[in-house]
């Protein structure tokens, strides 16, 4: 990532209407801003959901994507997290496909070591569950790939909130 490109984080509290999400996504792909990752789901008040987006964007063109954010109606309130500490955790389901007995002893040691749960297991397969950082959810995708034959990955999308102690991401 070159010339300012860097990973930037937003949050949106957005009116529970039907439709915003598709507003929201039409304003990225719009305007050519790739998102890579977007989560969604309701506050603590049923008429308000929140959005986590996560994007790589130089500083002019990230300044740009907040601006419009804050002029959609439908939008409350517009949080950058890129530079202020935040709890942020993405969940991840791994199923590994096809293994031997020495494949499941691997893959229950991944799982220890990452602090995964194991939580479907067949005569061949087994199916583990991350909650952790996107950055450590990438690691661990990076590893299964070259440890097993066969695996299927689903990646929920991060979910952030501002720390109340100064710990980081």
């Known amino acids: 990532m070159s010339n300012g ?8 509290y957005v009116e529970n209407q039907v ?20 989560t969604v789901g309701t506050t603590e008040d049923p008429t ?3 959005m986590t987006i996560a994007t790589v964007s130089d500083d002019e063109t990230f300044e740009q994507i907040k601006k419009q954010l804050n002029r959609l109606v439908e939008v409350i309130k517009v949080i950058d997290f ?11 389901y791994v199923k590994v496909k096809n293994c031997s007995a020495e494949d499941k002893v691997e ?3 991944i799982a220890e070591t990452f602090k995964a749960k194991v939580i479907d297991y ?23 790939k070259e440890e097993f034959r066969s695996i ?16 980081e991401r």
Do not use: C, H, P
């Open 5 to 12: 490109m860097k990973k930037r984080w937003i949050s949106l």
């Open 19 to 38: 439709g915003v999400l598709s507003k929201i996504s039409g304003l990225f792909s719009g305007k050519s801003y790739n998102l890579d990752s977007l």
């Open 48 to 50: 308000v959901s929140r």
């Open 82 to 92: 890129t530079d202020i500490f935040v709890r942020m955790k993405e969940i991840l």
């Open 107 to 109: 893959a229950f040691q």
């Open 122 to 144: 067949g005569k061949d397969s087994l199916l583990l569950e991350f909650v952790q950082t996107a950055t450590k959810n990438d690691a661990v995708i990076k590893l299964m």
């Open 152 to 167: 299927e990955v689903v990646r929920g999308g991060s979910v952030g909130i501002e720390s109340i102690s100064m710990m």
